[in-house]
């Protein structure tokens, strides 16, 4: 894709290309996309009215940024997608271990090259993927893995301490005219984090003692927890001063929005209706909520991700079980109760509650299944599905329990085809999806205690209170 663009400093100038800092081709392109309407941060779901536009603010501004929040707020994600607003080819002298530009060069080797070659010194280009860097903070990470450190080989072979080429870069300087981000900055120590200084403010690099004055072009991010950034956390005023913009990130606000992301993240290895995974949300969203629950830890979006895989994969267990193909797999709301004892690890409970792990999770999906049952079937007769169980009748399901035994215990169920409807599940829904629909009904019965229901060795049964 390069075959056509210049290979030479002079075609470089006869082309039309000026040399421009990586603040201001990040500006320039934002701004294209804006006018033209295009997806400036695709894949980012929630924030369109709340943090994205303090992003583009702070990238007009020309401003480093620090992202604050919990735990699985797609900070990380949101700082990649920034690469996507940079050109997609940019020219750098070929082998610089800066990224210089061909107009631009800093080292005092590249300045030499570039004025014995003149117009004739050579152009590579470097594909905007190559632009990012990335360092997770770790207590053990040192000032060489930022910033860069003298190498012992390069100062034997006779070159004195105070030539550059006696350095080896670190990352930041390696990510030179591209975009830095640093992962829980407070996770390093104070005196690596000094490091960052200069880098921030004045732009260069200081390695073992002596000034080195190569100005950096980077846009560096960063992402932290708000406990850690606070007064009382462990980031140094200094530093924290040098960010142009500090952004604070949240989940999804409401509650479509965690639905679309779910859909839009999940990889589902089997069919999960709508219902089931507006249960799956808003118990995701419950857990956040419960007091039970350590608010400063925060519950991930990856938790109700995971929740849906884990609900797709029962349904696909069950349909190897039975025999039947992968095809006929449609995940039921009893599917959702083995995420209780599967994703309690991602929780972080209040110290007063151990033990009871497992019974506060089941009691909050009872709830989420409760309020979904509630919000999609409001308003319908659904004396049909009690008048199944009237007389000790019992309806069976779970997860030993093929659709087709489902359906041939309802009947034709008068009302049936208005339920579906309403969960989303059309005209024509496959005996499986037909299967879930029953299901939900009859579990939104018994937690609004219009039935009894009795659970054992992979089968339900429902029936009458009375």
Known sequence: MTENLPRTVGELRAAGYTYRTVKEELRANLLERMRTGQSRFPGIVGYDQTVLPEVERAILAGHDMV?????GQGKTRLIRSLVDLLDEWTPVIPGSELNEHPLHPLTPSSRRAAA?????APVAWLHRSMRYGEKLATPDTSVGDLVGDVDPIRVAQGRTLGDPETIHFGLVPRTNRGIFAVNELPDLAERIQVSLLNVLEE???QIRGYQLRLPLDVLLVASANPEDYTNRGRIITPLKDRFGAEIRT???LELDLELDLVRQEAALVAAVPDHVLEVVVRFARAVRESP???ARSGVSARFPIAAAETVAAAALRRSGLLGLGADEAVARIGDAESVTSTLRGKVEFESGEEGR??????????????ETFRARLAGLDLSSFVNLVAEGEIVETGELVPADEILRQVGTLPGLAKVLDRLGLGD???RGEAAAGVEFVLEGLHLTRRMSKVSGEGRTMYGSRE
């Open 250 to 252: 949240h989940y999804p």
């Open 67 to 71: 992202l604050l929040g919990e735990r």
């Open 116 to 120: 014995e070659s003149g117009d004739e």
């Open 357 to 370: 792990e497992i019974e506060i999770l089941g009691h909050l999906l009872r709830t989420a299944t409760a």
């Open 292 to 294: 039970s629950v350590d």
């Open 203 to 205: 732009r260069d690099i």
């Open 428 to 430: 024509a829904p496959t």
